[in-house]
C-alpha cells in the first residue's frame, strides 16, 4: 500500500464516522438549541432540564438511523477487506 492508497482509505474512514455521527449530534443540537430558546424565553435558568429530553431523543434517533449506521460500517469494511484481499 502507498501513500495515496494510505490517504484513501483515510479519508474514507473520516467519512463515514462523519455520516454514523452526524444525525445524533445533529438530533443533539437542536434540542438544546430548542431547549435553550425556552428556557430563555420563560426565565427558567435550571441547567439540568436540557439533559432528559435530549438523551431521550438522541436515543430515539439512535434506535432509528442504527440501519443506516451498519450499512455504513458494513461497506467501510467491505471496502477495507477488498483492499487488504487485492494486495
Given at each position: 500500500?502507498?501513500?495515496?492508497?494510505?490517504?484513501?482509505?483515510?479519508?474514507?474512514?473520516?467519512?463515514?464516522?462523519?455520516?454514523?455521527?452526524?444525525?445524533?449530534?445533529?438530533?443533539?443540537?437542536?434540542?438544546?438549541?430548542?431547549i435553550a430558546?425556552?428556557?430563555?424565553?420563560?426565565?427558567?435558568?435550571?441547567?439540568?432540564?436540557?439533559?432528559?429530553?435530549?438523551?431521550?431523543l438522541m436515543?430515539?434517533?439512535?434506535?432509528?438511523?442504527?440501519?443506516?449506521?451498519?450499512?455504513a460500517l458494513?461497506?467501510?469494511?467491505?471496502?477495507?477487506?477488498?483492499?487488504?484481499?487485492?494486495?
Amino acid at each position: 500500500m502507498n501513500g495515496a492508497e494510505a490517504i484513501d482509505v483515510a479519508r474514507d474512514a473520516i467519512w463515514v464516522m462523519v455520516e454514523i455521527g452526524a444525525p445524533i449530534m445533529l438530533v443533539g443540537l437542536v434540542v438544546g438549541v430548542v431547549i435553550a430558546l425556552v428556557q430563555a424565553l420563560t426565565q427558567i435558568q435550571e441547567m439540568t432540564l436540557v439533559f432528559v429530553p435530549k438523551i431521550l431523543l438522541m436515543f430515539v434517533a439512535l434506535v432509528l438511523t442504527l440501519p443506516l449506521m451498519g450499512s455504513a460500517l458494513g461497506g467501510f469494511m467491505a471496502r477495507v477487506s477488498e483492499r487488504i484481499v487485492a494486495g
